[in-house]
């Protein structure tokens, strides 16, 4: 079963050794949408959509 963490958990774990913003977003984002983490607190049971966030092709159409 897969780790149970809060955001703020796993975004300070993973930016320990991130080399950029960009990394740690796509890591959290990986690491979640896969199943190797599950988030606890608020956002329990939260998947992200890439598609929505700033940068991407679908958010600036």
Not at 3 to 12: G, H, N, Q, S, Y
Not at 29 to 35: I, R, W
Not at 45 to 60: C, K, M
Request: charged content about 20%; some cysteine; aromatic content about 4%.
């Amino acid at each position: 079963m897969p780790p149970r963490v809060t955001m703020l958990e796993l975004v300070t774990a993973v930016a320990e050794s991130a080399k950029s913003e960009a990394e740690v977003m796509a890591t959290v984002v990986h690491m979640v949408n896969t199943g190797l983490v599950r988030l606890d607190g608020k956002l329990c049971g939260a998947r992200f959509d890439l598609r929505q966030l700033p940068g991407s092709a679908a958010y600036a159409a």
